[in-house]
């Protein structure tokens, strides 16, 4: 079946460093999504790119969708201690129906 | 954004006895709603498929015996883990499909309801 695989598990930086998380699909996506769940929380909607290349831009992220459109990743820069917590991407089928998430990236940072 | 809301966000039963989740959409209606389970530090495991008036559609390996869905009205899905073991102790967290045209439907989630089964 689909899979979608993302790295790495974890992540430590420094407040003020940068950090990446990728994200593939074993199959062509038809959207992917980015969630954030903080420590204790549920998982929040950050973003959706549905475009063969697509970039976005949220501030610090920046989210980009492949040309393939299998494979996502999720740039932060200048982390700073507020972005801490667990990055999900999920990935949609051609059918547009449920999501399929990847195990997650947890992102810690020192101050 | 929309807003989905679950009860009870915390529950503790007995082994044996069946526990009920509810999900509900606030501020619109939602003909699929979808029920997944977390593990601690684990990712989100897609249980089933919620549709408004028909049979829920569960994934493999997730007995439909035990978690019972029901989609009653286009505001309220429930999801029942009948005689809970110990081993069903984890976190449920329902989302709610929104339609985002034109481009596909995102989902929003709800806050999670922590089962622990003694």
């Known amino acids: 079946g689909q899979q979608v695989m993302q790295i790495p598990q974890y992540q430590h930086v420094q407040e003020g460093e940068d950090f990446t998380t990728y994200c593939n699909s074993s199959t062509t996506l038809s959207n992917i999504q980015w969630y954030k769940q903080r420590p204790g929380g549920h998982p929040v909607f950050l973003i959706q790119?549905?475009?063969?290349?697509e970039v976005k831009k949220q501030k610090r992220l920046t989210f980009q969708f492949g040309e393939a459109k299998k494979n996502s990743s999720l740039h932060i820069t200048a982390t700073q201690t507020t972005d801490v917590g667990t990055y999900f991407c999920?990935?949609?089928?051609?059918?547009?129906?449920?999501?399929?998430f990847g195990k997650g990236t947890t992102l810690s940072v020192s101050s | 954004g929309a807003v989905v809301s679950q009860h009870p966000s915390w529950v503790i039963c007995k082994s044996g006895t069946s526990v009920k989740i509810e999900c509900r959409s606030l501020?619109?209606?939602?003909?699929?709603m979808f029920w997944y389970r977390q593990f601690p530090k684990q990712s989100l495991m897609l249980m089933a498929t919620?549709?408004?008036?028909?049979?829920?559609?569960?994934e493999q390996g997730v007995e439909k015996d035990k978690f019972l869905i029901n989609h009653a009205s286009l505001t309220l899905s429930t999801l029942t883990v009948t005689s809970a073991h110990p081993e069903d102790s984890s976190f449920y967290i329902c989302s709610a499909r929104v339609p985002s045209p034109p481009g596909p439907d995102t989902q929003y989630f709800g806050p999670g309801t922590r089962l622990t089964v003694l």
């Open positions: 999920a990935g949609g089928n051609q059918a547009g129906t449920a999501l399929i």
């Open positions: 790119l549905v475009k063969s290349g």
């Open positions: 919620s549709n408004e008036g028909s049979k829920a559609t569960y």
């Open positions: 501020d619109f209606q939602a003909t699929t």
